[in-house]
């Protein structure tokens, strides 16, 4: 097998410092989030759909490719419906993860995120008739027990960590479908453009009734927020950047950096309480979550050995 050149060694190491640097981001969001009070969970979501929205256009302008866009949405209808649906998606997504942070709920946020690639494989399955190998089914069945089990010991769903996961995989779903039709920095306009009226809406409707916090501890709250735009784009551009240089399978294992820090900074920085009941939980889908590292890690080894052949 020819050793990859230097150009492709260099190549990697951006790819690993890019997903790296965009797990880790997503893994701070807690403290960004916390440090916004008291703005409620509307309010941020709202704020971080128009700022997006600023810096990606700006971007686009800047690159040329404002008008482009534009146009290739207005000729493919189906493709705009599609990026719409997407954007309404992670809307919820955004909104509850803000809600279980705001709400001191950081750690069923976690969970929500531990969750996702077992949520995305089980998705596979039931909508794009993906097929399973042994030790997915594996990994599916005992992060279902897990969801089980913590309904039954907390008399409830534990809808937050249900609901992140579901979303999220769902996203990634439609992305999929999406494939290349548009780059991620042209994905993320449009979805925010679909947005910005919900969040124009709700800004306008906290402003009439005197409870937005925009004005509060000027400057410094008004630029935090003003700063969601750049906090939010930023991991995604640097996602796609490694997306683009190094295997899904190294990026597959680097995301658990991302619920790992929330769930420190929620119990160890916020003073969240988690039982210990749910600790047993935690257990049993960080299991679900070994088992699924190791097929990838498998198949990853199989595929080269195959290449090789």
Known sequence: MTPPSPDQQRSHRLGLLAAWSAYLIWGLFPLYFHAL??????EILAHRIVWTLVVC???????????GLARLLRSRPRLALAVALAAYVI???????????????????????????????????????????PLQWVAVAIGASAGIYLAVVAGTVPWISLVLAASFATYGLIKKRLGASLPAL??????????????????LWLGLTGVSTFTLDAPLHPALLVLSGVV??????????????????????????????????????????????????FGIVWVA?????????????????????
């Open 289 to 309: 979550l070994v088992v699924l590292s190791v097929d990838s890690v498998l198949a990853a080894r199989r595929s080269r050995v195959s290449r090789r052949g």
């Open 57 to 67: 256009l700006g971007v686009l302008l800047v690159r040329g490719e404002l008008v």
């Open 186 to 203: 042209q994905s993320l306009s449009a979805e925010t453009v679909a947005l910005a009226p919900l969040a124009a809406g709700v800004l």
């Open 37 to 42: 009070e008291p703005s409620g969970a509307w």
């Open 91 to 133: 809307a919820v997504n955004w909104g509850v993860y803000v809600y279980a942070v705001t709400q001191g709920r950081t750690h069923e946020a976690a969970l929500g995120y531990f969750l996702n690639p077992i949520v995305t494989i089980a998705l596979g399955v039931l909508v794009l008739r993906e097929t399973l190998r």
């Open 232 to 281: 939010t784009a930023v991991p995604l551009v640097l996602f796609a950047e490694s997306a683009r240089r190094i295997p899904l399978v190294t990026i597959g294992l680097i995301q658990f950096i991302t619920p790992v820090a929330q769930l420190v900074i929620g119990l160890a920085l916020l003073g969240e309480h988690m039982p210990s009941s749910r600790w047993v939980g």
